[in-house]
């Protein structure tokens, strides 16, 4: 039987994918969550959801994003706490973007333990930067549904507009070419140090996430069926 025809169980666990910007999380972290039917919780679409609603947070957090830093533990953290509180959540969800710093993981670690799930396993996006500009810089995101495209790779059928439900495409300010490379930084420096943490207690697998978008899914696939002991 495909990988992708298998019956799937619940999920039970938080899967986190932890990668450098523009690595591909967004893409796959919502398939992956489909596919189990639990939610996807994106902290930076969770942020720019703050910004778009002109909420005190979001005036806070505006300008740090458009440097294309990380914002404070203490806010994300809070909206994080917030979020898996709610009943959806129960049967497991799929991180993008959370954690990404290492106070971040230890805090989520005593959040599951509180909340009686099994402990995280991370898909590790691993990818050269050569390849991350293009991917950021050509990537365009419905404005209404959040379905992502790739003005060089995976266009909409017409310019601009979400073939799925008609959409406006934005480009967002932080895949200015100028703030790509602080992002970068950001990563290497604030967020990359989770590989060995999360490699250290053996919950972490690499993906080579230079691969097409299929190719990706399908190691993905293989791998958490592996961590969920399926044939
Ligand atoms: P966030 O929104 O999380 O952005 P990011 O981590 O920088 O990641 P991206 O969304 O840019 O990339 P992605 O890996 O999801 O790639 P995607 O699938 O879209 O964070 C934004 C900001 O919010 C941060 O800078 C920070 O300020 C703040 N923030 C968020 N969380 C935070 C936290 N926990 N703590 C502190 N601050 C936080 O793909 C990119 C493009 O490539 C698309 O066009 C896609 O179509 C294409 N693509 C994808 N896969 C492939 C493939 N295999 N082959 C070819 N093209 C592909």
Redesign the pocket.
């Given at each position: 039987m495909a990988p992708q025809e298998r019956p799937i169980g619940k999920l039970e666990r938080a899967i986190i994918f932890l990668?450098?910007?523009?690595?591909?999380?967004?893409?796959?972290a919502k398939e992956l969550a489909k596919k189990f039917g639990v939610p996807h919780l994106?902290?930076?679409?969770m942020?720019?959801e703050q910004i778009a609603a002109g909420t005190p947070l979001g005036l806070k957090?505006k300008p740090?994003?458009e440097r294309?830093?990380?914002?404070p533990?203490s806010l994300?953290l809070r909206i994080i706490a917030e979020r898996i509180e709610r009943v959806d959540c129960f049967h497991g969800f799929v991180f993008?973007?959370?954690?990404?710093?290492v106070t971040?993981a230890r805090y989520l670690g005593e959040l599951l333990k509180q909340h009686g799930l099994k402990q995280p396993f991370v898909i590790h996006?691993v990818i050269g930067t050569a390849i991350l500009m293009r991917?950021?810089t050509?990537?365009?995101v419905c404005s209404k549904c959040g379905e992502?495209?790739?003005i060089y790779?995976?266009p909409p059928k017409l310019p601009g507009i979400c073939d799925i439900d008609g959409g406006e495409l934005i480009h967002?300010p932080?895949?200015r070419e100028e703030v790509v490379a602080p992002?970068l930084h950001?990563?290497e420096k604030q967020t990359a140090p989770l590989v060995s943490y999360y490699r250290r207690l053996g919950a972490l697998e690499d993906i080579d996430?230079?691969?097409?978008?299929e190719?990706?899914q399908q190691q993905i696939w293989q791998c958490v069926m592996r961590i969920l002991g399926a044939p």
């Amino acid at each position: 039987m495909a990988p992708q025809e298998r019956p799937i169980g619940k999920l039970e666990r938080a899967i986190i994918f932890l990668g450098p910007p523009g690595s591909g999380k967004g893409t796959q972290a919502k398939e992956l969550a489909k596919k189990f039917g639990v939610p996807h919780l994106s902290t930076g679409d969770m942020l720019r959801e703050q910004i778009a609603a002109g909420t005190p947070l979001g005036l806070k957090v505006k300008p740090i994003m458009e440097r294309g830093e990380l914002v404070p533990d203490s806010l994300v953290l809070r909206i994080i706490a917030e979020r898996i509180e709610r009943v959806d959540c129960f049967h497991g969800f799929v991180f993008d973007g959370f954690p990404r710093t290492v106070t971040q993981a230890r805090y989520l670690g005593e959040l599951l333990k509180q909340h009686g799930l099994k402990q995280p396993f991370v898909i590790h996006m691993v990818i050269g930067t050569a390849i991350l500009m293009r991917r950021l810089t050509g990537r365009r995101v419905c404005s209404k549904c959040g379905e992502i495209y790739n003005i060089y790779n995976r266009p909409p059928k017409l310019p601009g507009i979400c073939d799925i439900d008609g959409g406006e495409l934005i480009h967002r300010p932080d895949d200015r070419e100028e703030v790509v490379a602080p992002r970068l930084h950001a990563y290497e420096k604030q967020t990359a140090p989770l590989v060995s943490y999360y490699r250290r207690l053996g919950a972490l697998e690499d993906i080579d996430a230079s691969k097409s978008i299929e190719e990706v899914q399908q190691q993905i696939w293989q791998c958490v069926m592996r961590i969920l002991g399926a044939p």
